[in-house]
């Protein structure tokens, strides 16, 4: 993967989406880029394209959305179907394959596919996109400013490796103890794999070592 690649890639993408997607796209691919460079720089690139590519399907339409998804085999559970603003995470991977082949790397569909709700197991990558949508810079929503000085304020860049994980850890709990009990006094529907995804941070004292890796060679959070 190269810069050139991802100047083509970016290029596409402001095609399919509305300038102020598009600015949120860009923030979000500076912010993978600040995060990579704290916990695996050797995935920058990756982590850049897949910023580009998580909101790719975000402004498709509810219907056009569920054909891809129809076309793809794919049957949401009652908990998806009732969350629709999760859709477009799972439309966006789907599509890599097809209309970027160039980036139909494993890792960077995983990342895109659980972008909005993240899941049990998340890959570092996974965590980091889904850290990244919600911190960048131009989110100007209260809990998104929360979250980014709670990142930051302690300054990881000092921390060593174990805490740094272990610090990204408790950023992702935190996010989801902030969004999931607003979403249940809102009586909205919460999608499963947020559960699961929260359910797996609180149940973790610490975040897995750097080295030790799954079956995979991929670190899980």
Known sequence: MTEEMLITLRADVEKRLSPYRMKH???????????????CPEKTMLLRAAALLHDVTKELTDDEQLQILADHGITLRPDELSSPKVWHGMTAALIIP????DFADAELISAVRWHTTGKSGMTLCDALLYLADIIEEG?????????????????????????????????????????IPKLQARGSAICLDSLAAFEDLKNRIEIEPKSERNQNGRRNL
């Open 98 to 101: 097809k209309f970027y082949p």
């Open 139 to 179: 989110r100007e929503f209260a809990d998104c400013i929360a979250l980014r000085h709670a990142f930051f304020d302690p300054v990881p860049e000092k921390m060593n490796t174990t805490a740094r994980l272990s610090h990204l850890g408790d950023v992702l709990l935190l996010s989801y103890e902030n969004l």
């Open 25 to 39: 796209t860009l923030g979000v691919e500076q912010m993978a880029m600040r995060l990579a460079a704290l916990y």
